[in-house]
């Protein structure tokens, strides 16, 4: 009877630990899920995270990069992320109406879900604009234009938002 209450002691200690180590690391899986913020968030707070991207170049390939890492740094900080885009050169087209130059249908429906869905900034230039043809009419109606593209870049860096580019 002593050998089997020294078992059982030992089995339900095993038991204890293997729980413990079960729930600290779901416990770090959990923080490691959560991006490593330490806070919690709310809607309506302000992000922790700002980027701004520059989207200058036409091609599908660049895009889809762009765009899926947009779409990476809402996946991984929620709406704890604010996140602007910048469009110059040939990336003025995905904020036109009716673009000028050939633009995927799918590229151009995932811009307008970012603007919808994610509060995305997207910031036209009008330099390019001006250029290419373009007036504010002639622009989506979430797109804001900034005469200096690149001067909203640094702009935004000065506000403390990160900037990507490819």
């Known amino acids: 009877m002593q050998h089997f209450l020294k078992n059982r002691r030992r089995f339900i200690t095993m038991l204890a630990g293997a729980g413990a180590a079960i729930g600290l ?4 899986a959990q923080d490691d899920q959560s991006g490593g913020q330490d806070d919690l968030y709310f809607p309506g ?3 922790a995270h700002r980027v701004i991207y520059q989207l200058n ?3 599908l390939e660049y895009q889809t990069h762009v765009l899926n890492s947009m779409t990476a740094m809402i996946g991984k900080y929620g709406g704890n992320v604010k996140i602007a885009v ?3 050169a040939s990336g003025i087209h995905l904020l036109a109406k009716e ?5 995927d249908p799918e590229i151009y429906a995932r811009v307008e879900g970012f603007a919808t869905n994610y509060d995305v900034e997207w910031i036209a230039c009008g330099n390019t604009m001006d250029t290419v043809g373009y007036t504010a009419d002639d622009m989506r ?4 234009i900034e005469q200096v593209g690149a001067a ?3 702009e935004y860096q ?6 990507v580019s490819w």
């Open 57 to 59: 170049h036409g091609d």
């Open 86 to 88: 910048a469009c110059f």
């Open 141 to 144: 109606d979430f797109a804001r």
């Open 152 to 154: 909203a870049l640094m």
């Open 158 to 163: 000065e506000d403390g938002y990160a900037y």
């Open 45 to 47: 707070d302000e992000p």
């Open 25 to 28: 690391g779901r416990a770090s």
């Open 99 to 103: 673009p000028m130059r050939e633009v």
